[in-house]
């Protein structure tokens, strides 16, 4: 069998066969949703995490140099998302993907968000600048943004034996990794409205006597041909 007639019969395999679908109660992982025609239906909150400008970080620098800030900002960010209970299934380049689930869900997730902001501003950007000195003569500046929204989603295996990975198919997935796209000033976290409902007053509201909402919204913004509605944060909380 020619690789053409390959690919035709494992296409027709794939479009032709029902899925094996299954509700799940925790984070999906490669061992427990079969290659074949495993799904995995989950109630989730998605996050995505990007860094900002990372083509002009590897145009303007070196390999060595735009690694180092990457490899900085993906290990800062990967500590926070787990220690606030997320669970990291995906890397995109310079973006990491991280699912939250069990009753807290949004508000972990909106958490966690706040703190990457923390650590970014506060660790990430200042070692950076401090220990490779053509960042800071070149102007560059580290800054990112999260993107969060909940919402049932599919999990299947993509790809084919021996080299393949989980992959959420979904309309949470797809919002919140557009929403980490968002370039806006200081704002460095954007939620659904669904998360914002669902996200606990202490991380609503800033600690102490004043008590300061940290959202500002709602806000309406075109994401992938819908109008949806949005909150976004400029502040950060310390891990």
Known sequence: MG????IDAAVTSVVCS???????TVVPTTDNVKLGNGAVEIDAVYLYADLADSTGLARDFTRTTAAKVIRAYLDATCRVIKARG?????FDGDRVMAIFMGDSKNTDAAR???QINHV???IVAPRVEANLSSIKSKG???KHCVGIDTGTALVVRGGVRGSNDLVSIGRAPNVAAKLSDIRNGNYRTYVTEAVFKKIAEHTKYSSGDDKRLMWEGPYTREVGGETIT???SSWWSKP
């Not at 690789?3 to 390959?6: G, I, S």
């Not at 029902?18 to 799940?24: A, F, I, L, M, V």
């Open 120 to 122: 970014v501003q506060k």
């Open 140 to 142: 560059f500046e580290i």
């Open 112 to 114: 966690c968000a706040l």
């Open 3 to 6: 690789l053409a007639d390959e």
């Open 86 to 90: 997320g669970h990291i299934r995906s």
């Open 18 to 24: 029902d899925w094996d679908t299954r509700k799940g």
């Open 230 to 232: 949005i909150y976004k």
